[in-house]
């Protein structure tokens, strides 16, 4: 039992699940938290032994702390939190949005990474440290929401932009106790949430793919690479950063046509 443990929220499904399946197959201990514990749970048994599924609604603090709680209880300790839950935005023009529906976007993505990062922290500043002086690590998940303008999107565009603040003022206040905090801002991921926001006519898939200069969406797979770098020993020495996983989207300054067209294999 002395691999390390991860903990992930949103794990069932599409970042989450790819995630956790390549901290499994690294040799780490994993939690999946979901909103959906029964599905949890069969993605934790998909696994095999020694990882677990739990019910965990992250907008909700007493659920939270049991949860980690229950974690540490069963494996240990905690060395790595992926802060992965998120829901859709509102589809619908900013005069049809309700405030409502704005508080549940911001609660799920804002308020579950606090309050999950909250109780990560309790236990991982009570374990020894590493030979670099680290005690645990955790990733937040951003966007390029969280600093690009997408017409609409304003709750989670909002609760990506405070992701990366949160982050950037929890990895000040913990560097000195070794606990490393960085956050990972993908692109657009063919993932279920995306197809469902396609469906809804939230977003264009064929224009997403056009203004992004690799020409593809990402897959889940390749955003989890990216996650577990930050987590593991090899980023020892990385803090406070944001890594963009956007297939070039971020840093395009030149209408589409630039790109030229759109080379298949």
Request: hydrophobic share 50%; proline share 3%; aromatic share 4%.
């Given at each position: ?11 069932a ?5 790819a995630?956790a ?6 040799g ?6 979901d909103?959906n514990?029964?599905k949890?749970?069969?993605?934790a ?5 020694h ?7 992250v907008?909700?603090e007493?659920?939270v ?9 069963q ?5 790595a ?42 236990h ?7 030979a ?6 955790i990733?937040n998940?951003g ?13 989670y565009?909002?609760?990506k932009?405070?992701i990366?603040?949160m ?24 993932t279920?949430?995306?197809?469902d ?8 898939a ?24 930050l ?30 067209d759109?080379?298949?294999a």
């Open positions: 039992m002395s691999n390390p443990v991860v903990a992930i929220t949103g794990a499904d599409g970042i989450g699940w995630t399946q390549l901290f499994a197959v690294r780490w201990r994993v939690a999946l938290l909103m514990g029964d949890a749970r069969e993605r048994q998909a696994l095999g032994h990882h677990m599924g739990i019910l965990c609604n907008s909700d007493a659920q702390t049991a949860a980690m709680a229950h974690v540490v209880a494996q240990g300790r905690l060395d939190l992926i802060n992965n839950a998120g829901i859709g935005d509102q589809a619908v023009p900013t005069l049809q949005q309700t405030a409502d529906a704005f508080d549940r976007v911001l609660s799920v993505h804002l308020r579950g990474a606090f309050l999950m990062t909250q109780a990560a922290l309790a991982m500043q009570t374990q020894g440290r590493d670099k002086g680290n005690r645990g690590a990733v998940i966007s390029i929401a969280s600093t690009s303008g997408i017409p609409g999107r304003n709750a565009s909002a609760a932009a405070g990366l603040g982050t950037r003022a929890l990895a000040t206040e913990w560097a000195r106790k070794g606990i490393r905090l960085n956050a990972v801002a993908p692109g657009y991921v063919a279920a949430l995306v197809a926001l396609a469906e809804k006519g939230a977003i264009n064929a224009a997403i793919v056009q203004r992004t200069p690799l020409g593809r969406m990402a897959e889940p797979a390749e955003i989890a690479e990216t996650i577990f770098f987590a593991s020993p090899a980023a020892s020495y990385v803090t406070g950063a944001t890594l963009a996983v956007d297939g070039g989207w971020s840093v395009l300054g030149a209408p589409d046509l630039a790109l030229g759109i080379e298949h």
